[in-house]
């Protein structure tokens, strides 16, 4: 079993490495090359992942036992070449020199939400999302082969460091509507750097989350200032599809800014950036003691400095973010605050906590169109949560919210059901009168 922090992929050496991800299969470790061979085919990973169960073309039984077949059949030509020295693809036609031609398609690579189900249920510990972003790495930095509307993404990041392409001098605009946010340049003497993330910057909806967080940590005497103009992406999703070079200059620009200011104590909103600003980061020397809204909240809550007191008549539903959840095991806090919200009725669906179904926006899928398979991802999502009739489906993630709140307009239920974030809940449980 792997003893690197979970979920955390290997780093690049983007200025030495002469090919970039995995072409050939030779080139995974001994790791995962091993997996393919411990791989039992018992099946539970299909049974747990997203991909599969909607009928898109990735089965990550199937990928881990392409991968095996296709270590076996060219064996006899990787040991001949390598006793050589000579080129591995020496003699192959073209379209035949990444030796996962005609095992591995680019549809079944780029069908993983990175969701880690798969991973989280295997028995023998395959780690199947590691080689598929190592595919993905080949595929973008060596093969420029990705989903057309990727490249608009990628671009985005480059000219202004968000997905949307938004100007990145606006950052910072969602705090002048919000009385007595400072920037790090205006007051750096602060207990927590506020990591706003690119949703929580640029995203009408998500805005309002940011602006409940802060009236939260305002009651509570929590001392914050936010980095505005000089926050960049965290590079979460370009990591993920496979651009290594975009997300080690994203993240090495903010780790500059970070030291910059000395930080050493950061609150994350969105659990794709918590994890990489917690875990990724210290791969290039970004270490910094990272805590998740949810989590601080929580805290707060057991040092009594909120108190919450007004009644929220509701049913609610939570649903666990990948990233915060397999990723990070936060189950217990966000499920532990909804249940100290006075009049609120906590309902679970059928898969929760580990087993937990992913809303499909992970692994950079919130920017790819999801055309293939038998109906969305989350739309089926959104499906178990109304089984148990919520009032409220809860989450803790700027994509999950956009993702269920499409997947309620597909089931034609946004009206009769709403999507907040735990803590716009903890924020109007805090006005002392009733609703």
Known sequence: RSTKPKGVVSLLDIENSETFGVA?????????????????????????????LTEK???????????????YDKSKQIAKC?????????????????????????????????????????????????KIVDLRRNLVLMESSFPSEVQLVFKNFENNSNPWGLGWADRGNWAKEVPGVTTMAENADVDYLLWVGCSGSFDDRYNKVTASLVKVLQAAGVSFSILGSEEKCCGDSARKMGNEYLYQTLAMENIETLNGYGVKN????CPHGYNTLKKDYKQLGGDYNVIHHTELIKQLLDQ????????????????DSCYLGRYNEIYSQPRDILQEVPGLELAEMERNRKHGFCCGAGGGRMWMEEDLGNGKINDNRVAQALEVEPNIAVTACPFCMVMFEDGLKFHNRENDVKVKDVVELVAEALEDRDV
């Open 24 to 52: 050939h299969v030779h080139q995974f470790t001994w790791k995962q090359l091993m997996d393919s061979d411990a791989c039992i085919r018992c099946g539970r990973c299909q049974d747990n992942c997203p991909a599969y």
């Open 57 to 71: 073309p990735l089965t990550p039984k199937q990928l881990v036992q392409d991968i095996r077949e296709c270590l």
């Open 82 to 130: 390598k006793a050589s020295g000579e080129d591995i693809t020496w003699g192959l036609p073209d379209e035949e020199k990444p030796l996962f031609v005609g095992y591995i398609t680019d549809d079944q690579v780029w069908s993983c939400t990175t969701c880690r189900a798969c991973m989280e249920v295997c028995p023998m510990y395959v780690e199947h999302v590691d």
């Open 266 to 269: 950061i609150i994350v909103m």
């Open 304 to 319: 009594g400095r909120i108190t919450l007191k007004r009644q929220l008549a509701a049913r609610v539903v939570y649903h």
